[in-house]
């Protein structure tokens, strides 16, 4: 009897309030959905405190998934400064954490994101969220936005020219 081999892969939508996150393991080229959701930090705590309870949280992930690849969206331009630095910050914390445990990053665009999930780089956020709940038979009526985009990213990396058997 052959084993199955298969790489669990994190996929994530950086942010700071609220970002999205998928795990699924990838076989062949096919992708097994594992669970997907938000992780939050709460808004009445000071920045430095909230990204604390991001690396938690991160932690948590990898302690329960032991993720062997991340795939996470780029961060490429924001209209306001502020949150893009902020963004950024804690897109940091979470690579530093995942790098501590040596998971293999892979990182995608927006618009390798939406080229991959609907055929079309310029998709808005509605198509992709068809697509992703259609490519993964995803029946529930409210899916918070940033984990869709957490699932469209880990398809992104199933759909990609990688070598996804650890």
């Given amino acids: ?71 996470i969206e780029s961060l490429f331009f924001f209209k306001n400064k502020k949150t893009a630095l902020k963004v950024s910050e804690a897109r940091g914390v979470m690579l530093a954490e995942l790098l501590k445990q040596q998971v293999k990053v892979f990182e995608y665009t927006p618009l390798q994101i939406k080229q991959a999930v609907t055929g079309y780089g310029r998709a808005n956020k509605q198509a992709v969220a068809k697509m992703v709940r259609l490519q993964l038979k995803l029946t529930q009526k409210k899916i918070i936005d940033d984990a869709i985009d957490a699932l469209a990213v880990l398809i992104t990396h199933q759909v990609s020219n990688h070598d996804l058997i650890s």
């Fill in 1 to 71: 009897m052959m084993t199955s081999k298969h790489t669990v892969v994190l996929g994530i939508d950086p942010g700071y309030d609220r970002i999205g996150w998928a795990v699924g393991q990838i076989s062949r080229r096919q992708l097994k959905l594992q669970d997907y959701g938000c992780l939050t930090t709460s808004k009445k705590l000071p920045l430095m405190q909230r990204y604390q309870q991001l690396i938690k949280q991160t932690q948590q992930l990898i302690k329960k998934f032991r993720p062997q690849q991340l795939a």
